[in-house]
């Protein structure tokens, strides 16, 4: 039976900062906070009755009393404790979010380009109002997403970054997610929006850390927002606590011309959701899902993507790799939509993985979904063992049995983390691969 608890606190806390409105409980957001609430408060948490549910069970969530920053609270943290989650050779816009929060302390903006806003969605509310109730839940669908809901009826702060036309934002923006669970249980539900006009481009990095080993919850919601022939370079990176839940959306809407580069690489966190849709409904636009997730002892890691073809002459192209060891289980559902109208599209998805114990397990499930007929489509998934043949090959060349199998998934996980651009990321995400893989942390 579903623990509701939770889902009553949570409905419990919305009256309360309701109550701590002073004079926009009538203003057009909150009217869709309330619309919002309202659908959680129908639908609850999602259980495994649900399709779309189906192999992920919330219920290590739901059994803990998290409290959540219904506003933003001093939090005492130093400099160096925030510095050391900065990858080093980072060069660039810094946005700090404290459980959800954004903290002007520790953030700090280089871009100075004419139009361009890069900060708190909150502050943004003040300065650009007419910009986010343009786009702000009109694309991350809280209908049919109970736990979109959720975010959206609690959406107060987070990011807001808005990239005016034919501008190419020169320093890169990383949201650096700090969740403290140094003291108790906390939720954190960060609302983050980007925006690009015509012609412009950015370079975004989401990461997620945690300090302290309280259970800790992030339910976070991200649209993406891209105009004619706009671009984005988007990485989200997951180096969350043992204790850490992280259930995320990213929704993106894509217009003609534009490109969306994603890669998602998890590999901290006890329980993962990570939803990804991009929604091509522009001519000759293009969509790139990279995604990479090691796992051992018991974490639980769920991506779910939907590549939605709606006009003709799109691209999209898929790759998601695993590395399941211990009682690790992973589930990859890849959907690719074709419409009817899409003629000329070109999709292909390929999902792999490697089960490193006995007990390890994945559930992969990709979709192919085709309304038209003059199309190029192509999808798959495979789950197999380390090459034995190759282990044989290098252990005959001196090479110990644990060096191999380490030496062996860092050559299967390497052509994702290669996908990305940056080169001091590419290169950290490598390090910190070795030292995953090496058991160092």
């Known amino acids: 039976m579903e623990n509701q608890d939770l889902k009553y606190k949570l409905i419990s806390d919305f009256k309360l900062m309701e109550s701590s409105l002073n004079g926009e409980s009538k203003s ?9 609430i309202s659908v959680f ?33 001093k939090i005492n943290l130093s400099y160096e404790e925030v510095a050391k989650f900065i990858f080093p050779g980072f060069e660039g816009n810094i946005i700090v979010l404290i459980n959800g929060h954004y903290s002007s302390k520790f953030s700090k903006i280089e871009t ?16 650009h109002n007419e910009l986010i109730l343009k786009y702000f839940a009109k694309y991350a669908d809280y209908y049919r997403n109970s736990l979109t809901a959720l975010n959206t009826a609690f959406a107060n702060d987070g990011v807001f970054i808005y990239v005016p036309e034919n501008v190419t934002v020169n320093e890169h923006v990383l949201i650096l997610n700090i969740a403290d669970a140094r003291e108790e249980s906390l939720i954190a539900q960060p609302r983050n929006l980007i925006v690009l006009e015509d012609g412009a481009s950015i370079n975004v990095i989401e990461e997620y850390n945690t300090i302290g080993s309280n259970p800790f919850f992030t339910n976070s919601v991200l649209e993406i927002v891209l105009k004619s022939n706009a671009s984005i370079e988007h990485y989200k990176i997951q180096n969350d606590g043992d204790e850490a839940f992280h259930i995320g959306l990213t929704q993106v809407q894509q217009d003609t011309r534009s490109k969306y580069n ?22 000759y636009c293009e969509c790139h899902f990279n995604g990479l997730y090691t796992l051992q002892g ?19 192209n898929e790759l998601y790799k695993g590395l399941m060891d211990d009682k690790s289980v992973a589930v990859f559902n890849g959907k690719i939509m074709v419409r009817k109208d899409a003629q000329k599209t070109n999709a292909y998805q390929s999902n792999k993985n490697i089960l ?16 038209a007929d003059d199309v ?16 044989f090959y290098m252990r005959s060349r001196g090479i110990s049995k644990a060096e191999a199998k380490i030496l062996l998934m860092h050559a299967f996980a390497t052509d994702v983390i290669d996908t990305v651009q940056d080169d001091s990321l590419r290169e950290y995400l490598h390090k910190n691969l070795m030292r995953k893989l090496r058991k160092e942390i």
């Open 376 to 391: 190029k489509c192509s999808h798959g998934a495979t789950t197999g063992q380390l090459d034995e043949i190759a282990m």
């Open 112 to 127: 100075n380009q004419e139009g361009v806003f890069i900060g708190s969605f909150a502050d943004a509310r003040k300065t």
């Open 41 to 73: 408060e129908e639908f609850g948490f999602p259980g495994k009755k649900s399709e779309e549910w189906k192999y992920t069970n919330l219920n290590p969530i739901l059994k803990n009393k998290f409290r959540q920053y219904l506003i933003h609270e």
């Open 262 to 283: 994603s890669t998602v690489v998890t590999w901290g966190g006890s329980l993962i959701r990570n939803t990804l849709n991009s929604v091509l409904a522009g001519e």
């Open 28 to 36: 057009p957001l909150h009217q869709i906070r309330q619309d919002a």
């Open 298 to 316: 018991k974490q639980f890691a769920d991506n779910h993507t939907l590549a939605d073809h709606a006009v003709p002459n799109c691209y999209s």
């Open 356 to 371: 490193l114990s006995d007990s390890a397990q994945i559930n992969a499930k990709p979709q192919l979904e085709i309304y």
